[in-house]
């Protein structure tokens, strides 16, 4: 069965420092591959997404991600955090061939942004 | 714009009520899901319907029903609510067409007493 590993719980971000997220799965085929955000108190909203062709996929608000198949991660990269960055967010995977069609999250990654 | 909603935002209920929780759609998605999200462990599918009246346990399906018969509308049901399922509840959808992009709603969070 799919599963979706984020090893970090917490990380803590200067504002305008980088920011790289960790996402591994486990999937046979190739995954469809998901980050979304969730701001306090809010639902959660799409980040971008990976489905195939190139492994580097730009997504909203100046996230970027990397699909990388012999790691079997997805990593959420942003070049410079600001503090309306500081949220939770998680990775998914859908499975594209099973009979029915759902994504499996990872348990989350929240954000902190220090001034 | 795709609209997710859900009727409550935040509810208290007793241990024992019958707790139904809506969510509403406007975008005549196919598929609809429910969530219940706690810390450290992520958004858990309870249920989801592909179709009216047609429905599919998920992961975490005990202790809660749905029920779908309008397109645009699916119930959560606790028919007999107890505090272990004091949680975040999420809704979302999709069109099948759309390869799993699923939109949430804003969430319901639910205490029980």
Not at chain 1, 33 to 42: A, M
């Amino acid at each position: 069965a799919q599963s979706v590993t984020q090893p970090d719980i917490h990380i803590t971000v200067s504002e305008g420092a980088s920011l790289e997220l960790r996402c591994n799965y486990s999937y046979g085929a190739t995954p469809y591959l998901f980050w979304y955000v969730q701001s306090p108190g809010q639902g959660l909203q799409l980040l971008l997404k990976y489905f195939s062709g190139d492994t580097l996929v730009q997504g909203i608000k100046g996230f970027e991600a990397e699909f990388k198949r012999s790691q079997s991660s997805f990593n959420l990269r942003k070049p410079s955090v600001h503090w309306s960055d500081a949220a939770e967010y998680f990775c998914a995977v859908g499975a594209r061939n099973t009979g029915f069609q759902k994504l499996v999250f990872g348990t989350g990654t929240r954000l902190l942004v220090s001034p | 714009d795709v609209k997710v909603t859900q009727s409550s935002r935040y509810l208290v209920k007793r241990t024992g009520e019958k707790v139904f929780l809506e969510c509403v759609q406007d975008m005549d998605h196919e598929n609809m899901f429910w969530y219940r999200q706690d810390p450290g462990l992520g958004l858990r599918l309870i249920y989801f319907s592909y179709d009216v009246k047609m429905k599919e346990k998920g992961d975490i399906p005990e202790g809660y029903s749905v029920s779908r018969e309008k397109k645009e509308r699916f119930s959560l049901i606790l028919e007999s609510a107890s505090t272990n399922q004091t949680s975040m509840y999420l809704c979302a959808s999709y069109r099948t067409s759309a390869t799993y992009e699923q939109y949430f709603g804003p969430g319901t969070r639910l205490t029980v007493t």
